[in-house]
């Protein structure tokens, strides 16, 4: 059992560092993605539709603060981007 709670404090310990490193990556592609949403934003209002590409790849960024969030408030123990490959939670909605 003192492994157990050694390998925990651990792991506690090294999310502190993901917590620094993912949250600053995540809070520089905010960035862009508030920037990619207004231009999909104008696309959808000039041509009528959306840009499948932006909306898709904004979905990387919502499912990447998803993770980290549920990492950083220890209800999981996947680890967010960098540390593991990114995933999208949904597909493009037509």
Same mark, same amino acid.
């Given at each position: 059992?003192?492994?157990?709670?050694?390998?925990?404090?651990?792991?506690?310990?090294?999310?502190?560092?993901?917590?620094?490193?993912?949250?600053?990556?995540?809070?520089?592609? +905010? @960035?862009?993605? #508030? !920037?990619?949403?207004?231009?999909?934003?104008?696309?959808?209002?000039?041509?009528?539709?959306?840009?499948? $590409?932006?909306?898709?790849?904004?979905?990387?960024?919502?499912?990447?603060?998803?993770?980290?969030? +549920? @990492?950083?408030? #220890? !209800?999981?123990?996947?680890?967010?981007?960098?540390?593991?490959?990114?995933?999208?939670?949904?597909?493009? $909605?037509?």
């Amino acid at each position: 059992m003192p492994t157990k709670k050694l390998s925990e404090r651990k792991e506690a310990w090294f999310r502190i560092i993901v917590a620094i490193i993912s949250g600053i990556i995540l809070a520089v592609w +905010r @960035y862009l993605v #508030f !920037v990619l949403a207004i231009i999909n934003w104008l696309i959808a209002v000039f041509s009528g539709k959306r840009n499948k $590409e932006l909306a898709e790849f904004s979905e990387y960024w919502n499912t990447e603060v998803y993770k980290y969030m +549920r @990492y950083v408030t #220890f !209800v999981s123990n996947k680890r967010p981007f960098p540390f593991t490959n990114m995933q999208r939670m949904s597909k493009f $909605e037509k």
